[in-house]
């Protein structure tokens, strides 16, 4: 089959190939695990974190992808209640715990990282680990779900909003356009702000219903009970800690900050960021639960994401330009 392997670590800003083409063997699916031929693979900013190095993975080479749509193509002996041809998708968590917290744990193998993703025509999951999407989604709309929608939904729930209660979003890519259609359904009367550096994500924001859009380091109308912060960088922690009101939480979403502008944290003053029980909250690896929660409610709304697709052998354009270039939606891989 063909993939899309990851041999080395590098920077993607000074290689724009950093994965490589291959042929390798269609992987065997063991006695609890599922074969899936994969139809379509979101590109998520965690490829670059394990690319460059901020998440390596512990054995190289590697296939990348974590937002990954197939169909059974094989089961393995003991696997029950999934059938042949069945459309399932998988997520970070390739095989955990099962605990309701195996996402906070070490043990957990990573999809696309610890064991191989979907950057290739094929791929073998845990069965438990496979989540059916539901019929109305395509391929490719369902891909980004598993991971940035899903994770949005975890940052949602985790801000603890009510309804009529005011969110905002800082950065504004392929997990916050799904936020805020989920936001307008389940809080249908929360106003929404959406803070962004750039004004092709501000105008994208807005036409999607942001309630007012500005840039980060601008100050909302009103203190925000709620943020939802999924940059890669630190300022627009300090930014939102400044809109949040007294009791309000940031929820940080994001695997891990780049350190080029860590010293916007200097500026954070106790009494204007932090004063008044204004709280921080990361969140982390979503689980399949979460996935499995998330999928139906993102058919009824029905969540739509903005997708921009490229066949496997893209890959890499597809990272070089999630790395250098404001995002305005989701990028997928087509593959089978
Ligand atoms: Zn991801």
Sequence with gaps: MRAMQMTRIVSVAEDDA??????????ECGPDELLLRVHACGVCHTELDEIE???????????????VVGSVAALG?????HQLGDRVGVGWIHRGSGAADENLTADFEATGRDANGGYAEYMSVPAAYAIPI????????AAPLM???????RALRLTGLENGQSLGLTGFGGSA???????RHLYPDSPIAVFARDEKSRAFAASLGADWVGHTTDRAPHPLRAIIDTTPAWTPVREALANLSPGGRLVINAIRKEDSDKEALLGISYHEHLWLEREIKSVANITARDIAEFLP???????????????????????VALKRAPVTGAKVLKIL
């Design 297 to 319: 409610i993102a058919a009824q709304i029905p969540i739509r994401s903005t997708v921009e697709v490229f066949p496997l052998e893209r890959a890499n354009e597809a990272l």
């Design 134 to 141: 539901p019929e109305s989604f395509s391929d490719e709309q």
């Design 147 to 153: 991971c940035a929608g899903a994770i949005g939904y």
């Design 53 to 67: 190095g901020r998440t390596p993975p512990p054995r190289l080479p590697v296939i990348p992808g974590h937002e």
């Design 177 to 183: 356009h799904i936020v805020l259609q989920l936001t």
């Design 18 to 27: 950093p994965l490589t083409l291959t042929e390798v063997p269609t992987p």
């Design 77 to 81: 002996r003991d696997v029950r209640g």
